[in-house]
């Protein structure tokens, strides 16, 4: 069986680590990194690729930060005017929804996080950090 030529690239960004994983796997084939994943790219019709559309926590961590910013502005109104000119009771009950929204946020991407991870999907998180990031489509 005589083998095309190759004579075209394509390069692929990765990190370190699905560096290290892609190696891993194409040695566990006995395969060179370029066979495994040439044979994976064109050669596996029912390879599957899931992706969890992580948009709506991205925008509950964008909205997280915003509360960041409140909370710091909520401080230094108190060292400015000092706790005497604010009520406490109101106060105590803005920071306990902000505890709580925090809490349900970490704990839907902990379950996230598990889901994935039991169902070998990948979490595409690109700029979670930055709400105002386009997505790469």
Known sequence: MKVAKRETAVLIRLSEREKRTLKRKAANYGMTVSDYART??????????????????????????????????????????GIKVFDAGEAQRVLAREVET???????????RREADRNNIQIRIDDFDNPDAEQEG
Do not use: C, W
């Open 102 to 112: 925090f809490m349900e946020v970490a704990e839907a991407l902990a379950a996230l």
């Open 40 to 81: 994976l790219l064109i050669n596996s019709d029912d390879a599957t690729i899931r992706v969890i559309d992580t948009e709506p926590l991205r925008k509950a961590a964008h909205e997280l930060a915003k509360q960041g910013t409140n909370l710091n502005q909520f401080m230094k109104f108190l060292n400015t005017y």
